[in-house]
Every structure is written in structure tokens, then in C-alpha cells.
Antibody
Framework: EVQLVQSGAEVKKPGESLKISCKGS????????INWLRQMPGKGLEWMGR????????NYSPSFQGHVTISADKSISTAYLQWSTLEASDTAIYYC???????????????WGQGTMVTVSS | DIGMSQSPDSLAVSLGERATINCKSS????????????LAWYQQKPGQPPKLLIS???TREYGVPDRFSGSGFGTDFTLTISSLQAEDVAVYYC?????????FGQGTRLEIK
């Protein structure tokens, strides 16, 4: 079964760093862009950015540019989302999602990770 | 950026009745050369990630019940559930994938009356 499996829930303090992961399985990880999306408590879906795992080329939403870093290691079929300095407002569920089609940078999201809950609190 | 807006924010419908959710984009999401419409619908149940229901405004994904249908063109779109079932209680989102950044409506919460 094609799937994305994300790392577990995290509880951090403001100012701390964090890196969460998203591992793909049962498909060629390199040929589908991976996207990261945020869902704040009780709110809707926000697109953060995406990565082409074949060459690690990234695009970011202006709302998240400079605050997060997206990376990937195609050798282990894993994408990452990281923060160097967390803020309380980063408290949310973070989803990775794979595009439906290959060879496009924007599309529908047909495969989703289960989500990683990140709580930032002093 | 293309803004997406849904109406209503919440909706309560009796079992077996029709549910209709609307979505409007701030600009056309139709590719003029082939009339392809870059509009999708997702269903999100509590504690789960979103699930893709419909792409290209009206094409159901494999395994999605045929009580779900999508329609519309240009900037105005509709998701219809023809006969509401208990398992359809969820939040529904529309998404445009015409232009980066991909963007979502704010969501419509569907409940049983």
C-alpha cells in the first residue's frame, strides 16, 4: 500500500528547534513532489511549501518562508520539515502530502501522512 | 494568490436528505486551452487527514460513493451529497491547484440534523 508515515507528536518550548519526518513507502519516492501543510487547532488547511525529492528543489509559501526549512533524503524516501526557533504560534498538526501525478509541481493531494501534532508551550 | 471561499461555514442536514456546499475562487481556475478545471474537494473526519474525493471539479476518486458529486465551472463550484449518510459527517474543503500556491477554502462543517 502506498503510504506516508510521519514521526510522532512533539512537545517543545519556545525557542527550541525541531525536525519532523515523513517517510514514503511502496512507490518511487523521487518522482512525486512532497508538500507540507499546517492545520492549526480547529482551523483549516494552509500550504507551507513543497520539495521535489529528486533534486531537493523547494518552494515555500511567503507566509512560511524563512521560518521553516523543507528537505529530503531520497535514499531513505524521507522528507523533513524543520524549525530552528519554535514559537507558541507553531502549535498545530503538520501533514505531509504527496501529489497525485508525477512530473508536475502542483496538483491534488491523494496520499497524506497521518499528521504530526506539534505543541509549543512554556 | 487565488483566494477560495466556501459557503456555508456549517450545515446540518437530515439523514437521507441532500447536502450542498459551495466554493468560489477569486479568479478562474479553468485552463483555457483545454477547459480543464483545477478544482478538488476533500473530506476530513475528526482525527484523520483529509481524503481526496473529487478532482477536476467533477471526477470522483476511485472508491468514493456515487452520492458525492461535483459541479461548476470558472469560479463557482458545488459539492453535492445526494442522500446524506451518518458516515458523511465531516469537514469538507475545496482546493484550487491551478496556480501556486495551492489554496483551500476555509472548510464547511457538515452535521446531522
Amino acid at each position: 500500500e502506498v503510504q506516508l508515515v510521519q514521526s510522532g507528536a512533539e512537545v517543545k518550548k519556545p525557542g527550541e528547534s525541531l525536525k519532523i519526518s515523513c517517510k514514503g513507502s511502496e512507490y518511487n519516492f523521487s518522482v512525486y513532489w512532497i508538500n507540507w501543510l499546517r492545520q492549526m487547532p480547529g482551523k483549516g488547511l494552509e500550504w507551507m511549501g513543497r520539495i521535489d525529492p529528486s533534486d531537493s528543489y523547494t518552494n515555500y509559501s511567503p507566509s512560511f518562508q524563512g521560518h521553516v526549512t523543507i528537505s529530503a533524503d531520497k535514499s531513505i524516501s524521507t522528507a523533513y520539515l524543520q524549525w530552528s526557533t519554535l514559537e507558541a504560534s507553531d502549535t498545530a498538526i503538520y501533514y505531509c502530502a504527496r501529489l497525485t501525478r508525477i512530473a508536475v509541481a502542483i496538483d491534488t493531494f491523494n496520499i497524506w501522512g497521518q499528521g504530526t501534532m506539534v505543541t509549543v508551550s512554556s | 494568490d487565488i483566494g477560495m471561499s466556501q459557503s456555508p461555514d456549517s450545515l446540518a442536514v437530515s439523514l437521507g436528505e441532500r447536502a450542498t456546499i459551495n466554493c468560489k475562487s477569486s479568479q478562474s481556475v479553468v485552463y483555457s486551452s483545454d477547459n480543464k478545471t483545477f478544482l478538488a474537494w476533500y473530506q476530513q473526519k475528526p482525527g484523520q487527514p483529509p481524503k481526496l474525493l473529487i478532482s477536476w471539479a467533477s471526477t470522483r476518486e476511485y472508491g468514493v460513493p456515487d452520492r458525492f458529486s461535483g459541479s461548476g465551472f470558472g469560479t463557482d463550484f458545488t459539492l453535492t451529497i445526494s442522500s446524506l449518510q451518518a458516515e458523511d459527517v465531516a469537514v469538507y474543503y475545496c482546493q484550487q491547484y491551478y496556480r501556486t500556491p495551492p489554496s483551500f477554502g476555509q472548510g464547511t462543517r457538515l452535521e446531522i440534523k
